[in-house]
Nanobody, 119 residues
């Protein structure tokens, strides 16, 4: 089992930056792939970013490339989402997730954290 707790959300003006953190419990954090998803009001949850357990390989949704960066610190059992040049359309609840490398399903989810970008 992995428990995930997000932090770092809040209100920011367009063009600003935020760094989300997701702290994981459990001694096997470094064996999980980690991801970030988001859900805007009235929309379905969408994929944002994914980082493999080694941290070597990352994936980002095309619209976020160049603005968002995912990283992880396995010693701190934490994954980060650095968000720069934020836009009002980035406003959403952001979720941290974890999955084992051998599966397609994201098995573990955080409770979510609100990010609001004002214009």
């Amino acid at each position: 089992q992995v428990q995930l707790v997000e932090s770092g959300g809040g209100l920011v003006q367009a063009g600003g930056s935020l760094r989300l953190s997701c702290a994981a419990s459990g001694r096997t954090f470094n064996s999980y792939h980690m991801g970030w998803f988001r859900q805007a009001p009235g929309k379905e949850r969408e994929f944002v970013a994914h980082i493999t357990w080694t941290g070597v390989t990352t994936y980002l949704t095309d619209s976020m490339k160049g603005r968002f960066t995912i990283s992880r610190d396995n010693l701190k059992s934490t994954v980060y989402l650095q968000m720069n040049s934020l836009k009002p359309e980035d406003t959403a609840v952001y979720y941290c997730a974890a999955k084992q490398p051998s599966t397609l399903t994201w098995n573990f989810w955080g409770q979510g954290i609100q990010v609001t970008v004002s214009s």
